[in-house]
């Protein structure tokens, strides 16, 4: 499995920006895809993450509101809107997938993205 994560970028507060992650391999349907961030000397965080089969979703109370996760099943796509960005939001974003269907521990996701940076200016 291979992920692939871009359209991170530089803005400004209130600005919106997505995300996208190509999968590249097998996706099963109890897997969940999620997104991780981690800021400059921090710990990589945890955003959100989204059961492949169900389409349940899970949002950190940080960013629930402002951030949308969505998925292209078909053209295994993973998506990231987010909405009303704050100078906070600013870190490399990460893209994981994790086959046993964890939800917000870092240690549950097996592959990984090679992250986007995300930069908002106030």
């Known amino acids: 499995v291979q992920l692939q994560a871009f359209g991170g970028g530089l803005v400004q507060a209130g600005d919106s920006l997505r995300l996208s992650c190509t999968i590249s391999?097998?996706?099963?349907?109890?897997?969940?895809m999620g997104w991780f961030r981690q800021a400059p000397g921090k710990e990589r965080d945890f955003v959100t993450t989204?059961?492949?089969?169900?389409?349940?979703?899970y949002y950190a109370d940080s960013v629930n509101g402002r951030f949308t996760i969505s998925k292209d099943r078909a053209e295994k796509v993973l998506y990231l809107q987010m909405n009303n960005l704050k100078p906070d939001d600013t870190a490399v974003y990460y893209c994981?997938?994790?086959?046993?269907?964890?939800?917000?521990?870092?240690?549950?996701?097996?592959?990984w993205g090679q992250g986007t940076q995300v930069t908002v200016s106030s």
């Open positions: 994981a997938m994790s086959r046993s269907g964890g939800l917000r521990l870092v240690a549950d996701y097996n592959y």
């Open positions: 391999g097998n996706v099963y349907s109890s897997s969940t």
């Open positions: 989204i059961r492949w089969g169900t389409g349940r979703t």
